[in-house]
């Protein structure tokens, strides 16, 4: 079955840095476009950066442009999201998701999601 496992969660100071990533198996993960959401407590998930099934191209939430960057590895199956200038309002669970072809930023695109991992920024 498919499975996507997020790890880099944790705890950190407002204005830093952190890395997620996020490793896919039984999928042809190079099939798949791939993204990351975040869901804070008492909030809908909301779309954060999507990449395209061969990284060709990314697309990103307005609220972390210029902060985050996504990229993937095709030879791993893997997913990172780096996210720098860390903000208290990027505290959340962050979830990866595939979906077959093309990039969305509609979480009812998305085929499959991960279990998520929690970010915490701390002011």
């Known amino acids: 079955q498919v499975q996507l496992v997020e790890s880099g969660g944790a705890l950190v100071q407002a204005g830093g840095s952190l890395s997620l990533s996020c490793t896919a198996s039984?999928?042809?993960?190079?099939?798949?476009?791939m993204a990351w959401f975040r869901q804070a407590p008492g909030k809908e998930r909301e779309f954060v950066v999507a990449?395209?099934?061969?990284?060709?191209?990314?697309r990103y939430g307005d609220s972390v442009k210029g902060r985050f960057t996504i990229s993937r590895d095709n030879t791993k199956n893997t997913v990172w999201l780096q996210m720098t200038k860390l903000k208290p309002e990027d505290t959340a669970v962050y979830y990866c998701?595939?979906?077959?072809?093309?990039?969305?930023?509609?979480?009812?695109?998305?085929?499959?999601w991960g279990q998520g991992t929690q970010v915490t920024v701390s002011s």
């Open positions: 990449i395209a099934m061969t990284a060709g191209s990314t």
């Open positions: 998701a595939a979906r077959k072809t093309f990039v969305s930023t509609a979480t009812r695109d998305y085929n499959y």
């Open positions: 039984g999928l042809t993960f190079s099939t798949y476009a």
